[in-house]
């Protein structure tokens, strides 16, 4: 079942998605060759308290971190560790908190130092996907019609979108009924209605759209090792369009 949101929802996930925003700023701002990834968990945890928030991923079906950093050919629910960021490492930060009864959830993948053209573009298309998929969270469409625009916005630039992992509705928890496919999936006709808020995030991989699981058994990578990029927002459904809430 879809729980729908009333005014008074949407502005709370709002707030939590405020905080979402400015930790994310953050951890893109220390973004750098030379620092560890576990000093964006650190940092993020460290913020999300003081801002009377609670980071929601830590603990999440045992997920040991507070934010998943994923490092080139990883995909999402990459761990944060001691490895060091190199000139070139594209980054994925997926991050989410519960504030004052509400979750938000956003992703951003962000270059270290000077990357590649091959590494900016997938990061620039995988974004410009992102734009695509919520340009069509409007009522009456259909959840099909989000999906069919980053896949095909993604395909007409010869990347891949994985489909093992899809976006969620959110707000109440941090993972409720719809699913939001990057791709068409014929079953999944769900009507959007107002009041809705749901996760749109799109993982485009630079070769084939196939991952694995890493030895973790949480890190998810691309099978071929091509690069991979992770955009994510929190977008209520309403009268007026669709509104960002992170
Ligand atoms: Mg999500």
Not at 87 to 98: Q, T
Not at 141 to 150: F, G, H, L, Q, V
Not at 231 to 241: D, I, L, P, Q, R
Request: charged share 25%; with cysteine.
């Amino acid at each position: 079942m879809v729980n729908l949101k009333n005014k008074i929802d949407i502005d709370g996930i709002k707030a939590a998605g405020a905080i979402v925003r400015e930790i994310l700023n953050k951890l893109s701002d220390i973004t750098e060759p030379g620092i560890k990834t576990i000093e964006y968990d650190l940092l993020a945890e460290k913020t999300a308290f003081s801002l009377n928030s609670v980071p929601a991923f830590k603990g999440y079906k045992g997920f040991p971190y507070s934010v998943c950093v994923s490092v080139n050919e990883e995909v999402v629910h990459g761990f944060p560790s001691q490895r060091k960021l190199r000139e070139g490492d594209i980054v994925s930060l997926d991050f989410g908190v519960y504030y004052n009864g509400y979750y938000a959830d956003a992703a951003v993948t962000v270059p270290a130092g000077a990357v590649s053209d091959r590494a900016s573009n997938l990061i620039k298309i995988t974004r410009e996907s992102l734009g695509a998929g919520i340009s069509k969270a409007i009522a009456g469409n259909k959840i099909n019609d989000i999906s069919i625009a980053i896949e095909n916005f993604v395909a007409g630039n010869k990347y891949s979108v994985v489909r093992d992992f899809v976006g969620h509705g959110v707000g109440f928890k941090l993972h409720e009924e719809p699913q939001v496919p990057n791709y068409y999936i014929e079953a999944n006709d769900i009507l959007i209605e107002e009041g809705m808020v749901i996760a749109i995030e799109p993982m485009v991989n630079e070769f084939s759209y196939k991952v694995k699981i890493k030895q973790n058994k949480w890190t998810v990578a691309t099978k071929d090792k091509g690069l991979s990029a992770h955009f994510e927002h929190t977008v209520a459904v309403t009268k007026s369009g669709p509104q960002i809430l992170t």
